[in-house]
């Protein structure tokens, strides 16, 4: 026993619920009224620990004993490419500062926390958290991933200028574009 009350479990598993870490599934067992079971979603299961990285990272080790750093950055690159094609289509048609907003939108879905500042002739996208943060200090070209996503969704050259991995307070990453395509 947990020594919970009834009425305080269930007041947690309706947070819990609202914030989309479990699920509810109604279960009938014969006759009488049905019960629930929890599940957590893909989400909850996020929240815990996992050894993931501990597999990707011999994965990774594995791949670069066996083809060569060109072959490597060219894995990565196509990855981002992949990655800005399953996008293309909603950020072409956009004018771009709301294709930048989008962009900045779709990196924090991908938990990176991005956020944008618009210069005159700069637009500086910083990622202030890194999901693969642990993995690029071991493996650098992992950091290729988001600088080519950025700079394929874009269609303009990307400069990175800082980096968590190089002990910055985060990612930063400068785009020029002309003046009139942006304004603050």
Known sequence: MVGISPVSVRHHLTHL????????K??????????????LTDDGRERFPSRYFRLTNRLLEEIKDSISDEKVNELFSGIADTLAER???QLRSLPLQERLQR?????SDEDFDAELELKEDRVIIRELSCPYFKLAQEHPEVCLLDQ????????????RVTCLTKGDSHCAFSIATAAEEVSP
């Open 26 to 39: 109604e279960v009938r067992s014969g006759v009488g009224r049905p019960h629930h079971v929890f599940l």
């Open 87 to 89: 996008y293309a289509e």
């Open 103 to 107: 962009l900045v939108e779709l990196l």
């Open 17 to 24: 619920q609202a914030e989309g870490l479990v699920q509810a």
């Open 148 to 159: 080519g996503f950025i700079a394929k969704s874009l269609s303009l050259p990307v400069e």
